[in-house]
């Protein structure tokens, strides 16, 4: 123990292999763990941290899921909620690669239609969600089979 | 090869101009088979499958395709089906899909036609889902104009009624939006306004469009009213029905200040919104449209089944 650890290595230690979600908005943490269906049974081991100081952003969350990577397509969907995200996949400890995160053209079965006379929420049926996105800012997407609409306000609802 | 050809018909989103005019012009053409018989589709079977129940848009389809020689199996209501036993749509449908050239599909579910569309290899109709869109009631409400008119193009439309949540209403704007349409009035009680939804499909077509609240405000301006029936059960309070049915419903009076050439249209059933009394009056078209709806459905076969040359 020589040097005094910083804030951050307090809260949560490097990660060896997988992702960091950073510039998350303030308590949107578990939202974007929900919309990723990660529920913590599936063994990863996952940090969170809520309301921390940020320049870019004032306050905001991070979520590091190790031994995990996700694809840019299944994690261009944390747009949806937290539209100011950045992913940095980490390998052996370095970061390999850093994106934004932008709402992609279609969303396949991530989220669910809250239009009950939707055919996709018919019981028993082998049928997957689909959203067509129509706007991105601001966001307004649109369900692919009862052509509903949809704004940011909902997309907690449909998780 | 006309576009036309194995299409499925979901929405009117899906059609253009140029599709819906030819669709008039073979129509036109169908009338005076309409009540004789054409032998273009003797080795066709149309499936009919109606999970919700229809008069107007079940017989008129079978009719059309019985007048043009071919033939027709289905079932109106999923009492009578493996439905009833638990089957899925996907299944019903993908049974339909090897029994039939071409599926009728009615469903009160909001996008079943468009999955339907994906599970089967043959052509799908929508005949009405849910209160999302009923694309062959447009074709046939078009054509109406079309005929009556003379054009669909430069013309001032007041729809009336239910604007939320009726589905021909949001079939028949989508296929105004394909003509160079003067403007629109929008006129319903506040609680059945339009929804964004269908607002959005006039601004992006650029069609001039207000809402009102008052059908004697605008009656003048118009060439065509279009009528749709307020259903009770959609507002949520009766002393809120009974107050609207009154102010929503066609009088002589109103009709007093109308243009001359202006054509009433609904597209039935009709409950108390349009009088017996209006049906006398020149204005009135609604049976007509009603009637018209045997040639376009004998032309949008004849299309999807690729016969159109064959038409004498």
Known sequence: ?159 | MSKWASRDVISMIDFDREELEELFELALRMEKYAHSRLSLLEDKILAVAFFEPSTRTRLSFETAMLRLGGKVIGFSGEEATSIAKGESFADTIRMLDVYADAIVVRHYLEGAAKYAAEIADNPVINAGDGSQNHPTQAMLDLYTIWRELGRVDDITVGVLGDLKYARTIRSLIEGLSKFRVRKIYLISPPALKPRKELLDILERAGIRYEYTERLQDVIQDLDVLYVVRIQRERLPDPVEYERIRGSYRVTIDVLRRAKDSLIVLHPLPRVDELPYEIDQTKHARYFRQAAYGVPVRMALLTLIFDRADKVP
């Open chain 1, 1 to 159: 123990m020589s040097s005094k650890p910083s804030e951050d290595q307090l809260l949560i230690r490097k990660i060896r292999d997988g992702i960091v979600i950073d510039h998350i908005p303030a308590s949107k943490a578990l939202t974007v763990l929900r919309l990723l269906k990660i529920t913590g049974k599936e063994g990863l081991r996952v940090a969170l941290v809520m309301n921390v100081e940020s320049r870019k952003i004032g306050v905001k969350d991070i979520i590091k899921i190790e031994g995990r990577e996700l694809s840019r397509d299944e994690l261009s969907i944390i747009a949806l909620v937290a539209p100011t995200a950045t992913i940095n996949i980490i390998r052996d400890y370095r970061v390999v690669s850093k994106f934004k995160v932008e709402v992609p053209d279609s969303i396949e079965g991530a989220l669910r239609c809250l239009n009950t006379r939707c055919i996709t929420n018919k019981p028993n049926e082998p049928i997957r969600t689909k959203f067509v996105t129509i706007s991105r800012n601001p966001l307004i997407i649109k369900c692919h089979y009862c052509g509903t609409y949809y704004t940011e306000e909902d997309i907690e609802k449909m998780l």
